[in-house]
């Protein structure tokens, strides 16, 4: 069964500074990946996604994400990071013949002037 | 597109009573999902349709948890008796295809006093 792990509950960053929020899967096979960001009281908003080809993937609002493979790993990243990104950030997983999205619990993000 | 529609936005009932939760999918999508998050149990997928079939309820957590989708545009979510314990943020997503990038609506927020 697919699984995903956001290891960081909570991060505090200061504007303009660079961002990476962890995120490790499980799944034997390539994986659907997706990130999405939840701002407060709003559903969630897909940033990015990869299913295959280049590995590092462009999304939404200047962020960024790199599939490893040989990590497991699915970073998401920002390299200057503006008060409105404040926001909790879901990495999510997918499976080829599996139709449900595995979520992790969720990054919440901070931002300090 | 108006994306997914949810109503009400907000609930406040009180125990025993019966809640209907209702969503509107984006036209053409055949994939409609029922998620429910809380701080402890973060999202939790309660159950998907597939061409407005139930694929999985697993995620039901009780018989007081029943869902419908009566055609490609409408489905509902409903408890009855509803109980303190399920007060929770709803939210109904849709998708063409599964897995693929799946989108939500804004949610209903539950409170059950």
């Known amino acids: 069964a697919q699984s995903v792990t956001q290891p960081d509950i909570h991060i505090t960053v200061s504007e303009g500074a660079s961002l990476e929020l962890r995120c490790n899967y499980s799944?034997?096979?390539?994986?659907?990946l997706f990130w999405y960001v939840q701002s407060p009281g709003q559903g969630l908003q897909l940033l990015l996604k990869?299913?295959?080809?280049?590995?590092l993937v462009q999304g939404i609002k200047g962020f960024e994400a790199e599939f490893k493979r040989s990590q497991s790993s699915f970073n998401l990243r920002k390299p200057s990071v503006h008060w409105s990104d404040a926001a909790e950030y879901f990495c999510a997983v997918g499976a080829e013949r599996n139709e449900k999205l595995t979520f992790g619990t969720g990054t919440r993000l901070t931002i300090i002037p | 597109d108006a994306g997914v529609i949810q109503s009400p936005r907000h609930e406040v009932t009180e125990m025993g009573q019966e809640v209907t939760l209702r969503c509107k999918p984006i036209s053409g999508h055949d994939y409609l999902f029922w998620y429910r998050q809380t701080m402890m149990r973060g999202l939790e997928l309660l159950i998907y349709?597939?061409?407005?079939?139930?694929?999985?309820d697993s995620g039901m957590p009780e018989d007081r948890f029943s869902a419908k989708m009566p055609n490609a545009s409408f489905s509902t979510l409903k408890i009855q008796p509803s109980e303190p314990r399920d007060s929770a943020v709803y939210f109904c997503?849709?998708?063409?295809?599964?897995?693929?990038?799946?989108?939500f609506g804004p949610g209903t927020r539950l409170t059950v006093l």
């Open positions: 990869y299913f295959s080809g280049d590995t």
């Open positions: 349709f597939n061409n407005n079939v139930p694929i999985d």
């Open positions: 997503a849709s998708s063409l295809g599964s897995p693929n990038e799946q989108f």
């Open positions: 799944y034997g096979a390539t994986p659907y």
